[in-house]
């Protein structure tokens, strides 16, 4: 298979601008019908089941995190939550790899304003993703997401918005 790390790189890219844009659909669209997105406690954490996790979602909570997003009366979300992400850094680990034609990794800072107050995420990103894909324009989706925050081990207020 012939990588192109630019289209990669606009790939990545496009998703953080989707959800900068708050158009939690289209995000949504990028990944596969079978997707998990992760979001671990801890950075050496080896599998969602094991223990508790920030966020684990199967492709139908994902679902469910849009509908409430895109609820006008989801109370976490009033005012709604603006957010800027920088992506970088982005390397594919592996082709055909953990049930991805390509692992992606990237970090990344979000930052996340709401009611007067302004929050910073940082860390890693690990996509696995497939590609010859329908309903992707540029043939790729995402098979699986791992979000992995600096400061998981902190004390993180209530988070909303994916990373």
């Known amino acids: ?28 669209a990028l990944f596969t019908d079978t997707a998990w997105y992760w979001v671990p406690i801890s ?8 223990t508790v996790s920030i966020i684990y979602d199967d492709r139908r909570l994902l679902e469910t995190r849009v509908r409430r997003l895109k609820n006008a009366n989801i109370h976490a979300e009033e ?28 970090r990344f800072q979000m930052t996340e304003f709401r009611r007067d107050r302004q929050r910073v995420f940082a860390g890693g990103a690990r996509h696995g993703l ?29 988070i909303t918005v994916p990373f």
């Open 130 to 158: 497939v590609t010859g894909v329908g309903g992707s324009a540029d043939g790729f989706r995402i098979a699986w997401k791992r979000v992995d925050l600096i400061n998981s081990e902190g004390m993180l207020d209530g």
């Open 43 to 50: 950075p050496d954490q080896k599998d969602p089941h094991e």
């Open 79 to 106: 005012p709604r939550t603006r957010t800027s992400r920088v992506i970088g850094n982005v390397m594919v680990e592996a082709e055909k790899a953990e049930g991805a034609d390509i692992v992606v990794s990237s």
């Open 1 to 28: 298979m012939s990588i192109d790390m630019r289209e990669i790189e606009q790939f990545l890219f496009r998703e953080a601008g989707l959800l900068d844009g708050a158009q939690f659909n289209d995000w949504l």
